[in-house]
T-cell receptor, first 108, second 114 residues
């Protein structure tokens, strides 16, 4: 079983749509949780950290459910520029553990 | 304010040759990680280094791969006698404060083994 599991997608949505990604992790000792964004053939970039209380950054909302070991990302009012692969990331001690990513395609 | 630098950005090697990948962390950062990303997969941890020390190399293949982060100069990931399965993107990340846990990634080196 992978340590971090994500639906690979792709999610194909029109501009303006709301889209949600989910992720589960297996290590109950994980302390830190993140969503990274990776554009094609580029390095991953931190989108946002995820906190137990939930957090929002503009059109992006992240939620963490420790009991279910489940992380989510909600994107509202999708833009063409949101097209990318979204990586769910947890930590194991000081190492980052990456999911394989969920592809999002936003069409005009 | 330079970020993490990696070179070369693209590297082509024939089977059996050596590949040397370089990473210069953000100025002032003394912690470096190397990750490998195979096509259509997520990044996989390889090794964690501090200046002159290997802290954790549990993700690195036991043979042909080595890494260093000398007191002066960039961190080097070396792959000897490359095989086709080594073709991947290799990303370096650095950070300065373990409390913050935010790692800054370089642009990666794409290794192609012919």
């Amino acid at each position: 079983r992978k340590e971090v599991e994500q639906d690979p997608g792709p999610f194909n949505v029109p501009e303006g749509a709301t889209v949600a990604f989910n992720c589960t992790y297996s290590n109950s000792a994980s302390q830190s949780f993140f969503w990274y964004r990776q554009d094609c053939r580029k390095e991953p970039k931190l989108l946002m950290s995820v906190y137990s209380s939930g957090n929002e950054d503009g059109r992006f909302t992240a939620q963490l459910n420790r009991a279910s070991q489940y992380i989510s990302l909600l994107i509202r009012d999708s833009k063409l520029s949101d097209s990318a692969t979204y990586l769910c990331v947890t930590d194991s001690s000081y190492k980052l553990i990456f999911g394989s990513g969920t592809r999002l395609l936003v069409r005009p | 304010n330079a970020g993490v630098m990696q070179n070369p950005r693209h590297l082509v090697r024939r089977r059996g040759q050596e590949a040397r990948l370089r990473c210069s962390p953000v100025k002032g950062h003394s912690h470096v990680y190397w990750y490998r990303q195979l096509p259509e997969e997520g990044l996989k941890f390889m090794v964690y280094l501090q200046k002159e020390n290997i802290i954790d190399e549990s993700g690195m293949p036991k043979e042909r791969f080595s890494a260093e982060f000398p007191k002066e100069g960039p961190s080097i990931l070396r792959i000897q006698q490359v095989v086709r399965g080594d073709s991947a993107a290799y990303f370096c990340a650095s950070f300065s404060d373990r409390v913050s846990n935010e790692q800054f990634f370089g642009p990666g080196t794409r290794l192609t083994v012919l």
